[in-house]
């Protein structure tokens, strides 16, 4: 069992910066590839990023590629977003989650389903 809880959402101005963090509970987040996905109200969740079990890979959606930064820290259990020059269109529930079901997996999980558990989710708004 993981659990998951993302803090450091919140308001800012379009151009502005926010960084996400994601704390897991359990011994074996260190093992899991993670990722963070988004939804905004009336759309389906959103692929943002992921990341290999041990940080060495990355993959981004082409909407946030080069503004965004996913990262890790696996001796503190925490996944990180840091997002730059954000857009309105960036506004959303961003949600981060791991894939449990397979140890040591790469920066290929772009697909919701892949992922085993979720956290709550934390609202970012981008005025312009």
């Known amino acids: 069992q993981v659990q998951l809880a993302e803090s450091g959402g919140g308001l800012v101005q379009a151009g502005g910066s926010l960084r996400l963090s994601c704390a897991a509970t359990?011994?074996?987040?260190?093992?899991?590839?993670a990722g963070w996905f988004r939804q905004a109200p009336g759309k389906e969740r959103e692929f943002v990023a992921t990341i290999a079990w041990n940080g060495g890979s990355t993959n981004y959606a082409d909407s946030v590629k080069g503004r965004f930064t996913i990262s890790r820290d696996n001796a503190k259990n925490t996944l990180y977003l840091q997002m730059n020059s954000l857009k309105s269109e960036d506004t959303a529930v961003y949600y981060c989650?791991?894939?449990?079901?397979?140890?040591?997996?790469?920066?290929?999980?772009?697909?919701?389903?892949?992922?085993?558990?979720w956290g709550q989710g934390t609202q970012v708004t981008v005025s312009s």
């Open positions: 989650a791991v894939v449990a079901r397979a140890w040591y997996g790469g920066s290929y999980y772009a697909n919701s389903d892949a992922y085993d558990y």
């Open positions: 359990g011994r074996t987040f260190s093992r899991y590839a």
